[in-house]
């Protein structure tokens, strides 16, 4: 019970802040098994009976207790995001366990507080037009292009895109010349960025 409260607590204390998670480790089970955490939280497993360990099978960063005996308590402090898996070695047919962790609240709140879609080559171009998204955390994007009266004209990319920068090339082919805005949508996310595909003629004009 006083486990239950503290949990409450602790979701009633904000958003940002950071939580600790315990995983019981009992009956040849870690409870819960798949466990979903926020960057910045700490996980802290309890051995109640039984002689065990914490032994990482993959995920982003190293942790673990290697060692294998009872009455421990372990605590490790997750900062990457992404999913790692884990075993009980003695007991790995039975005892596993995931921790997922996701980025914390506050990123999620404003997603495109830092997130950019920007012109990476000449504007007004030809031929092609690069651009850089840039992304807080990884989303499954779609990037289109829109033509001046709103109709998407093409699809540049549809998939997920990584945490940072990720270049992008529309080749225009045989688009019209003239104004195009590409978007770059996720969930809670929408870019833009407006290009002008310059005519042939003008793109291959010497001086006068
Ligand atoms: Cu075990």
Redesign the pocket.
Known sequence: MRTFLLALLLCASGASAQTTHTVV?RS?TFTPAALTIEAGDTVRWVNED????VSQLSGPEAFGRPD?GAGWTYEFTFSQIGTSTYQ????SGV?QGSITVTSNTSTEEAPDASASLTLASENPFTGSVRLVLTLVQSETVRVAVFDARGREVDVIYEGVAAAGQTDFVWAAGASRPGVYIIRATAPGLALSQGVSLAGKAEAHTGGH
């Not at 039984?50 to 360990?53: E, S, T, V």
């Open positions: 480790v040849f039984g002689a065990h360990n294998v009980c070695d003695p007991h005892m």
